[in-house]
């Protein structure tokens, strides 16, 4: 079991909302992902609405919202934008994403760190999106960040964990969960990402626009499953060079 | 503070259009191949040369919109405040000589318009004005976004340009979006047209996305108008436009849109005709350029060609529009900006782009995200 702040977690596979073709496709795909940690931009909900149409198929028990922060350039409009969705969405657990750049979509280190920090002293579960930045990593757990949330590729790019050797040195130093947030294209990357040791992946893109986002779905589910109970099981490790028939230190076995 | 002026500067408008029209099939090829694109890349694709090539354009130009922007179509609609115009522009319903009679939105008046568009299903508005600086200006704009903004999660303006000081004072009040269409980027055909008031300062118009750039604008749309000038050129500039403004306002998002010119009461047939497979051929063209700006299609281009093309790299698009102000309740038959082709209402475009497996989306910002400057 997973279990971020005071929350467990039985799927390692969090999910997005965005990009799919319908809200009912949204509902069929995470249903069958099995997912407990769904993330909503605080953009596309209509706070004012009563019955807005993405939050009224997510409506399930197993289903936590994770509203997020996309659209906000600085530390400020972020703290401002998580305090609106504890209010419409009544958690306290926000996806702290800053990313001023539109074009690639990157996470701003320093904003990010700063609204972290000022997020956890207002009581807030705080799961920021960034770079896979060791160092940066460190300074948001020293800050009190719930969980970090490295990149793999760029978002959206269905690259692959383009960033591995960068994440492995994040997931063997870190005292917070990891989870591997956008790039991951494939369930080969999800179960990659779980073999070295990832506390969860979080999927959209790849789900959504795939031509049966369920199927889909379930792929990643297992996937995730796998990579997960390989890394439990400790995987062999991988040698680069075959083993040398008179080994260099043979002698030392010889009788003089 | 460095302008586009510099860059446009060291194009010229013949050279570039010869280079376009030079582009072979082995030009076109490599651009296909490469997967980042640079100008003359952009410049093969929409060459003459690409139109052989098209249904890979659209295979090409498909997979990077879903890619990047999914199953989605973003759905907005135009508000006309206003259609005083101190400007002459050959091709515009609103020019300052086209002799009929003229009325700005007032605030009761506005609401009433809200309402309908509200009706509708929209949370995007796109205002639009002509060029009447001593009713329609920042006080008057203001006004307008302090009154609706509490019914909108986004608002874009179409308005004269404006200074950086004034965009400055407008976002904080709700302002998200600003199009301004540079028309045409050939000087002399430029002046040609817009022969008289503020519009007809080419170098003041050009610097506009700059000036939305300083002001920390959150997103701006460019584009030329179909049909003064060849279009290919034209887009060229538009792309070389869209590449400079990228780097240097890296917080800025952008917007591409491709109006072909349409008539109206008394005006101009084109110059320069670009058929269906033409405008297919630039809206590929600049998805396989730019994976991440956005393309808008309006209610100038008909119904069957609107249907077709949600699938090829658009990304947003209004519906139930009028072009004139007053146009959905306080005054139907006031002067229109122009015709448009495809009439359907909303909710049969939302039906439309249902069928076709994308999802309309009503809403995809949000007020709160604007700070206010109190």
């Given amino acids: ?256 | 503070m460095k302008s586009f002026n510099e860059v446009f500067e060291s194009h010229n408008w013949d050279d570039t259009k010869a280079s376009i029209y030079d582009k072979t099939a082995a030009d076109v090829e490599r651009a296909l191949r490469n997967t980042q694109r640079d100008l003359e890349d952009f410049k093969a694709l929409i060459s003459p040369a690409a139109l052989p090539y098209l249904e890979d354009m659209a295979q090409i130009s498909q997979r990077l919109t879903l890619d990047r922007f999914g199953r989605v179509i973003q759905m907005y609609i135009p508000l006309y405040l206003s259609n005083e115009c101190n400007n002459i522009c050959t091709y515009c319903g609103f020019s300052y000589d086209n002799k009929v009679r003229r009325r700005t939105l007032n605030p009761m008046e506005i609401m009433q318009e809200v309402a309908v568009i509200k009706g509708m299903g929209y949370d995007h508005v796109l205002l639009v004005t002509g060029e009447a600086n001593q009713s329609v200006h920042t006080d008057y704009f203001k006004k307008v976004l302090d009154l609706i903004s509490p019914h909108f999660a986004h608002i874009s303006m179409e308005v004269q340009p404006l200074d950086v000081a004034d965009y400055e004072t407008l976002i904080p009040h709700g302002l998200n979006t600003v199009l301004v269409y540079q028309e045409t980027y050939h000087q002399d055909d430029y002046r040609k047209h817009h022969p008289k008031g503020k519009k007809s300062n080419f170098l003041y118009r050009l610097e506009t996305p700059d000036r939305l750039g300083q002001a920390g604008i959150h997103k701006m749309g460019l584009g030329v108008l179909i049909g003064l000038e060849d279009w290919r050129t034209d887009s060229f500039f538009t792309a070389l436009h869209l590449s400079y403004l990228e780097k240097q306002y890296w917080q800025s998002k952008f917007s591409i849109s491709f109006p072909r010119l349409r008539p109206f009461s008394g005006g101009l047939e084109p110059k320069v005709v670009m058929n269906d497979k033409e405008l297919v051929q630039l809206i590929c063209a600049y998805r396989l350029f730019n994976s991440e700006v956005e393309l808008s299609i309006s209610t100038r281009e008909t119904v069957a060609f609107r249907n077709q093309v949600i699938k090829l790299g658009i990304t947003a698009i209004s519906a139930g529009s009028k072009t004139n102000p007053g146009g959905y309740e306080v005054e139907p038959q006031s002067l229109e900006q122009f015709e448009i082709s495809d009439e359907r209402s909303a909710q049969e475009i939302a039906a439309m782009i249902r069928k076709q497996g994308y999802e309309p989306i009503w809403k995809d910002w949000d007020m709160s995200l604007i700070q206010k400057s109190c």
């Fill in chain 1, 1 to 256: 079991m997973l279990t971020i702040a005071d929350q467990t977690f039985s799927s390692r596979l969090f999910t997005g909302t965005g990009k799919f073709s319908s809200a009912k496709e949204m509902e069929s795909a995470l249903i069958a992902s099995a997912s407990e940690l769904v993330t909503v931009a605080l953009k596309r909900v209509d706070l004012k609405g009563k019955d807005d149409d993405i939050l009224h198929h997510l409506k399930y028990p197993h289903i936590n919202l994770l509203p997020n922060t996309s659209g906000v350039r600085n530390a400020k409009e972020a703290v401002f934008a998580a305090q609106l969705a504890r209010e419409a969405l009544e958690t306290n657990w926000i996806k702290l994403e800053i990313h001023p750049d539109p074009k690639y979509l990157m996470p701003d280190p320093i904003e990010t760190l700063k609204a972290t920090e000022e997020l956890v002293k207002l009581g807030f579960v705080v799961l920021p999106y960034i770079h896979a930045d060791p160092v940066l990593c460190k300074r948001l757990e020293d800050v009190g960040t719930a969980a970090v949330m490295p990149l793999g590729a760029p978002i959206g790019s269905n690259k692959g964990l383009r960033t591995i050797d960068f994440l492995e040195i994040i997931i063997s130093q870190s005292r917070v969960p990891v989870i591997i947030d956008a790039g991951i294209g494939a369930p080969s990357d999800a179960a990659k990402a779980m073999e070295i040791g990832a506390d969860a992946v979080l999927v959209n893109t790849a789900i959504a626009i795939a031509k049966d986002p369920t199927n889909m779905a379930i792929a990643f589910k297992m996937a995730v499953e796998a990579g997960r109970m390989a890394f439990e099981s400790k995987l062999g490790a991988q040698t680069h060079y075959a083993a040398a028939s008179s080994p260099l230190t043979a002698f030392l076995d010889e009788e003089f």
